[in-house]
């Protein structure tokens, strides 16, 4: 398709709308711009254009509707699994412009922000209000809220205060057909027609392009508290998870990253906190937050208490904030440390919790009889549990037929537990080949009705998620 | 189109797919399925079935959707916006025979239910296990889950937990075509492919009937404290609302109940606990929650505090388990008393939360303006005012030229308060005739386009929502 595309006429398009300073096709950008951070993808687009309005986006689309030019839209290309990559070339509109925070409304406890904004600047903003938005993706330093609009994105917090989805009351979208509308109401509850504030939440770019959001804020929590937990088997470890649930306890945070992550990880990152040694498989990191300190230091001891049954070994509690500041860098430099020892491929399976145990001890049974290694880490408390694979001579899933068939057991082992393909990241380009195994094709069909509702020339970001 | 069905025909096929004993066409019937709790609307359907499986709903649709009879799903019929009245006539299927509650997943904390199982037995069974599904509209001793789902239902307990929408995981869903599709997965995070789960809750079934629930469960929390607050200004009662939440407070509920209304039910309601005097215009009902009551005994003070700086009169605190389930009995019985004394019309608008003080002087003033006499309660910690309204000689606002002036100038001022036309309720087909307040034609326009996705001979529910 990309290769019919009139480039010239189409640049001078973009050129007329937009300005020529926001008009860049020059090798390096359609580079840097024909990339995100799934595996080692690149697929250069033919031009990339950075509107600074929501009117500007509808002008371009509409012309790229008009003429069935392929469109991708694009946070801060931080996805993995290829929700901004241009495979099918044409062009990429940038969001990275519309990188304001239009108002905090304390009265009402609401942010409306512009989808360029960089995840933890929004949490940063609210937080100096005493407000708190919790979604907060591992890669929350430098992703777009647009982005994580896109994918319905979680992180750590998802377990206490929930994703995205849980957040977003109102959006304004930019239709393929060009048109402008308002999701919902800046509401709290909402019964007025169908969700479609819900369905444009982790549709992945497909039906529209967000160009306002309006968020629900909480109270921040005045207190947190922080434990390392190390365990000497990787499904002890898992099992104890969910005996802090069944318990009644709510952590802000459960994650589990196994030790050959976090030796990895370790070795990047400058720390002595964390204990790596050959008893050790696997570490729970746990978090518990509110108003009431000794409350509090109460669920952590009752919970450390809880996990002696889960054969846990020395507890560590975060002294001081600096301590805590030390273990989260390190938790979230998991996935950006591991790759460039080779796992590259990067799996976001979910499962109902009580089924972690046997997804990990399945996945490395797996490893054991496809010669793969992987290291499992992630959102424990959710059942959310990231894959890293390493397979020697594979960089990339995406189009590899042994690693497609690797991948088609584990997803199937993923759906025999009650789980399903991605818990955070979206299915995007890379394991839409995979939606047979989760939904039937009734089910897909719906899906693929939808996308012509809204998309009927199927121009934007066509070919994610399924093709049509 | 009800007159043009062949109705004998239409019986014999309905009495071979469930069962002579399952379908009923008796006057009595049909004049009972032929209303539900909406102001005074009477339509009675051709024919009535009660089916016991997915499976037969779906022969049901099929033979529907070839022969273009509408179809009207109900739940309990406690419905407050027309959803299941079958003012097209043709079938009605309830759901009264799906009623069991499937699951208790103690180890992940879900249960699987039918969509008849009544929303409080659902909640005291999974209260015996110690687990809380916390949406709990007024009518939850009669209501069904099913209902719950196609309404997206509040109730009290919104303010801190959510609504319907933040529980439900999975549907399985029975599409107009008859085709049975399992909406998403059992997990607590998914971004796989578009939210149905969360496109089909709140869509007033017209995208299907839901035959199949997955909800999630928390841990119940272990103590609760209420209080009352009378205030002599309904203005000031409602600034105090949303100061609560600026001080960082998140009740369990937030419940305002206007004087006008508290007399009728107290009348009603044996009771000695409310004061009812001329110095009161209206009262605030305030919970909390949690599982350590010296907190909650605190929190409960600091707000009684807050209170003062608007001009509370004399807080009760509700001294033990019966006091505080006579408190609740006479909050949800507001809506049933003030009924039979004229308040026959209710509206479930919804606005930002601080705003509540503009909404409220402003139906006061259209009430002068056109001559009725409103009555104001509901969700005040969500922004979510019930208005009931009685105009002498109108007890339907549905196809009344007066009542309908009146009610548009309502929700455009709900609109320009940066509100919407329902919170719980849904719109049904008393509301939708102003959808066009709140949404734009493009925007109802995607929305009719997904009505034609899932059910391209418009059986299902027709002229629910808006009209193709």
Redesign the interface.
Known sequence: MAAEIATTELINELQNICGKANVFFDEESLNHYGHDETEKLLYPPNVVVKPTSAQEISSILKYCNEHLIPVTPRGAGTGLSGGAIPQNGGVVISTEKLNKILEI??????VITEPGVITEVLQNTVKDK?LFYPPDPASRGSCFIGGNIA????GPK??KY??V??YVLNLEVV?PTG??????????????????T??M???EGT?GIVTKIVLKL???PKYDLLMLAPFASLEKASEAV?AI??A???PSALELVEIDALKIVSQMVDTYVVPVNENIAAHLLIEVDG??VN?LMNEMEAIAELLQQYDVGEVLFADDAQQKAELWKLRRAVAEAVKPAGYTIEE?T??????LPALIKGVKDLGKQYNFHAVCYG?AG???LHIRIKKEGIPNSYGNEEMNTILRALFKLVKSL??????????GLIQKDF?DI???E???N??R??K???DPNNILNAGK??DL
């Not at 979910?350 to 089924?355: D, I, K, L, Y």
């Not at 009650?418 to 299915?427: F, L, P, V, Y």
């Open positions: 409304d304390e009265r009402n406890l609401q005493g994918e319905n994105s979680g998802a377990v929930g994703v989805k849980d239709l048109e402008i509308i308002w999701t919902g109401a800046n509401v709290l509850k909402n019964s007025t027609g169908y969700n479609l819900q369905l939440v982790g549709s039906l909480i109270p921040l969910s649930f069944r009644g306890f709510t108003n009431d409350v976001d979910v499962v109902p919790r009580a089924e959102h959710d059942g959310n009650g789980g399903t393909i991605s818990g955070e990241h979206g299915i939606m989760v939904f039937d009734a089910n897909l719906i899906m009705a939808i012509k509702a809204f998620i399924f």
